[in-house]
């Protein structure tokens, strides 16, 4: 069962606040997989503890220098499952985990 939009409509806002694309299903993550020239990097958002108190915050401060993946994009375990289950299914050789971050180049990490 999904997390109610309302609840973490805040937390999908700080990231989309720093111009990360948000990908909600598993043809948006494909998509973006397939059409990022150069690095991708995705973010696995979460409601948890972690992810408010290290994760959001230090990819904040990480986009705030110039050198930087070509694309920043963001799932949210718990909402987007099947977009979340799609971003980890590209992560090989990493076992999930919320929050965590991937950076791809041609749909590799």
Known sequence: MSYPEFFIAPMRQELTQLGVKELRTAADVDASVRETDGTLMIVVNSVCGCAAGKARPGLALALQYAVRPDVVATVFA???????????????GYPPSSPSIAILRAGKV
């Open 78 to 92: 718990g909402a987007d499952v099947e977009a979340t289950e799609r971003a980890r299914g590209y992560f090989v």
